[in-house]
């Protein structure tokens, strides 16, 4: 089951950039940033009330992050779905015809585990499957 919309992930070129907007004109409380090197990005999460702000910078020109916004420029990357069990959740997804990028869960920001929907499945909309141990959530 789908628990919430856990995040939103949201491609930006530089975080010092684009941080002032969200702590500063929209007031949202920064929670942390981090640097996840094996997706070539840093992150940084901001609370917007029971859902999260992901804002995703490159730090390669060979991200994933980096090659969306050569592409379509800043914007929305992901919606990040909260799920339990999510080998399960990706198995349920994969024996319905939806097509997935990954087949096993990887290690995300915040350590949780994370799977993506290929957006060919979902109308053009990349959507996230992220289990958190309960003491992250």
Same mark, same amino acid.
């Given at each position: 089951? !789908?628990?919430?919309?856990?995040? &939103? *992930?949201?491609? +930006?070129?530089?975080?010092?950039?684009?941080?002032?907007?969200?702590t500063? &004109?929209?007031?949202?409380?920064?929670?942390?940033?981090?640097? +996840?090197?094996?997706?070539?990005?840093?992150?940084?999460?901001?609370?917007?009330?029971?859902?999260?702000?992901e804002?995703?910078?490159?730090?390669?020109?060979?991200s994933? &992050?980096?090659?969306?916004?050569?592409?379509?420029?800043e914007? !929305?990357?992901?919606?990040?779905?909260?799920?339990d069990?999510i080998?399960?959740? !990706?198995?349920?997804?994969?024996?319905?015809?939806?097509?997935? &990028?990954?087949?096993?869960?990887?290690?995300?920001? *915040?350590?949780?585990? +994370?799977?993506? !929907?290929?957006?060919?499945?979902?109308?053009? +909309?990349?959507?996230?499957?992220?289990?958190?141990?309960?003491e992250a959530?």
């Amino acid at each position: 089951m !789908i628990k919430k919309v856990d995040h &939103i *992930g949201i491609a +930006v070129r530089s975080l010092a950039q684009a941080l002032p907007f969200y702590t500063d &004109i929209l007031k949202l409380p920064m929670l942390g940033v981090e640097e +996840v090197e094996s997706e070539k990005v840093k992150v940084a999460f901001l609370k917007a009330g029971d859902t999260k702000i992901e804002l995703l910078e490159p730090t390669s020109d060979e991200s994933a &992050i980096a090659r969306f916004i050569e592409k379509k420029g800043e914007g !929305i990357h992901h919606v990040a779905l909260g799920v339990d069990s999510i080998q399960e959740r !990706i198995n349920d997804i994969k024996q319905k015809g939806i097509r997935m &990028i990954q087949d096993e869960p990887k290690r995300g920001a *915040g350590g949780a585990k +994370v799977a993506f !929907i290929h957006p060919k499945s979902t109308g053009s +909309v990349l959507f996230e499957l992220c289990e958190k141990d309960r003491e992250a959530e």
